[in-house]
Structures are given as C-alpha cells and as structure tokens.
C-alpha cells in the first residue's frame, strides 16, 4: 500500500533581502519554507537511551554545557518571535530531556504569546521522555502548550528499562501520559525508535495499546544521527515492514498529509479505531518537502538534523545585534540552504561529522 499524499504548494522562488527584512516568509534554494522551529533548551536528559545518549559515552563524567553558555529564556522567546515574523507557524520544545530545564513553564508562557503575522496562534508544542509530565503536566497546559510527543520504545518493561539505560520503569511513563492527557495537552503521540534485533518485537503490543488507549503512535525508523550511537544499516527496521507487521492484524488504508512537509506518512484503522503513522527518513526519505529548522541549547541554528555545522546565533544575541539585523540574518541563512542528507545518504555521507541529537532535540 502506497500512501495518499496532498499534492505539494506551489514552488516559489526566494524573496529578495529587502522583502526578508520586512518580515515576508522565506524560501530556501529548494522553494521550501521555514514553517517549523525546533528549539533546544537543555542538552542534559535523565535517561540513557542506547540511540541518543549511550551511558558509556554520557557517562558521570561527561561535562555538558554551563548555565553561562546555554540561551536564556528572554534570547529563546527573541529567536522564536524572528522565525515566526520569517513564516514559522510551529515551535516544538525539545532536549536532551526539555523537561530537566528549571521553570519550564515560564518559557512556555512566554512563547504561548506570539501571535502569526495575521495574528494566528501559533502550534506549540512539545517532545519528552514523560518522566516529569505526572509532575509538570497540568503547569505547562495553564502556561499555553497546546500538546506533547512521548517518546517510548517498548511497553515491555526488560526491554524499556535496557533502552532508555538507567533502569526506569515503563509504568511511569505511562502514568505521566495519562497525566498529559488529564491536563488537556492533546491528542498524546508517542514516538517509537524501532532497531533491529531490540524492540522490534514490541511494535504489535504498542500498536494495540495506542490504538485502545486513542493515542497516535509514530514509529521511527532507527537514524544515523550522530556518531555516538553505533548507527548501522543492519539496524533499521524499515518504515514498510513495520506497517505490514500492523496491517496483517489491524488492517490499514494511508490518509492524506494533513499539510505539505508532514514528517510521519499516516495510516488509519480500516474499523476507525485511530490511526499509526511511521518516519521513514533512511528508506523514504522527505528532504524535498522538510520545512524544519532546528536551535541547539547553546544558541546554534542547524538547518538539517543530520549537518554537522551551525550557525552562532547565541553571539548575535549577546553583541547588542538589532531585531532588524537579527530579522535578516536569519533569513539569509534559510535562503542559502540546500540540506538533503537522507536522499543523498550512502557509506561514504555517513562517516560525515554530524552533530548529535543530545545537542539539539529531534
């Protein structure tokens, strides 16, 4: 089965600067617009996922960033209101673990006041390992985040405990979900990284779960972010295996994109019992529609989840750059952009340096 997709928007070529600078949407080389702002507001996480943050690599004595070095919430909200003068209609917080980040919902509440250019609310959302939901759940959904991505592997508890690498037990993040849910901060999706010969035997259990429990599973195809993770082809399990796996119990018709750039290709329940969704950056990969921009902790803006170069904004922020200038540079830098990791990948572009997804969220 092939998935039916919304035919794309109409390629537009980029503004000229003096139209960027005003504050009109931006397109990169490619005619892709920077709709999605991913921003990074710790690179510390409580967990140890085997795919992320390996404890023998992150291990006690592994020195992440100082306070000094890390944007403030003032520098996040300032960045945050220049992208969406530039066209972004989506800010997703993310980590390390977002919510390890003090006062939390003070940000939120910050960025839950920018408005679109015509005064549209914007979708704010964000991606945690749902440790701290029980706890934060409730104060993040009064400060204005409208919804929450989990990210969970496995609902069996040896394999769950043995991925996320510091022995926490499933049941908790399964009762902060249902906390995210008591808040209002939905429709819950949970995110499955599945690897070859780890969890893959776990996509038919999280399936029926997600599907009695109305919440959107996406499942993840293992990706070569980083180097401290191992990344090997052998690994993947790839996106069509996983939805045949589904639809010989649940049968499955594709539904459309909701919006040109969708990461996940969706699937729903021929009875209508929900829907799964799956990203498939290693097999079929979407770099042609990716609208997706991306903040790292200390201030760096990466325009590919798989580059190894950023751009210091951090030091523009801090040298006194004005609002104007700061409106430009960013848009000069979307204009510039060509990234197409995932179509270009081979043995060769996967040795690349490539900066890790600790560093600046997923």
Known sequence: MDPVLVPLESRRPPRPAAAAAAGAPVFDRLGRPARDLRISVTDRCNFRCTYCMPKEIFGPDFAFLPRSEILTFEEIRRLAAT????????????????????????LIAMLAELRTPDDGPLDLTLTTNGSALRHLARALAQAGL???????????????????????????????????REAGLAPVKINMVVKRGVNEQSVLPMA??????????????????????????????????????????????????????????????????????????????????????RI???????????????????????????????????????????????????????????????????
């Open 83 to 106: 992208f969406v003068a530039l066209g972004v209609e989506k800010l997703r917080i993310t980590g390390g673990e977002p919510l390890v980040r003090r006062d939390l919902p003070v």
């Open 146 to 180: 409208g919804r929450v991505t989990v990210s969970l592997d496995s609902l069996d508890d040896d394999v769950f405990r043995a991925m996320n690498g510091v022995d926490y037990p499933v049941a908790r993040v399964l009762d902060g979900i249902e906390a995210a």
């Open 296 to 362: 790292s902790a200390e201030g760096k803006l990466y325009t590919c989840l798989f580059t190894g170069d950023g751009h210091d904004l951090r030091a523009r922020l801090r040298d006194g750059t004005s609002d104007a200038d700061l409106l430009a540079l960013l848009a000069g830098i979307w204009r510039l952009r060509d990234d197409r990791y995932s179509e270009l990948r081979t043995e060769a572009t996967t040795a690349l340096p490539r900066v890790e997804m600790y560093a600046m969220g997923g």
């Open 208 to 293: 029926r779960w997600a599907r009695e429990a109305k919440l959107i599973l996406r499942c993840i195809e293992y990706m070569d972010v980083g180097h401290t993770n191992g990344w090997r082809l052998d690994d993947v399990v790839p996106a069509d295996e996983v939805v045949a796996a589904i639809d010989a119990e649940m049968p499955l018709e594709p539904v459309r994109a909701d919006y040109p750039g969708e990461v996940a290709t969706r699937w729903r329940y021929r009875d209508g019992g929900g829907e799964v969704g799956v990203i498939s950056s290693v097999t079929r990969p979407f770099c042609g529609d990716c609208t997706r921009a």
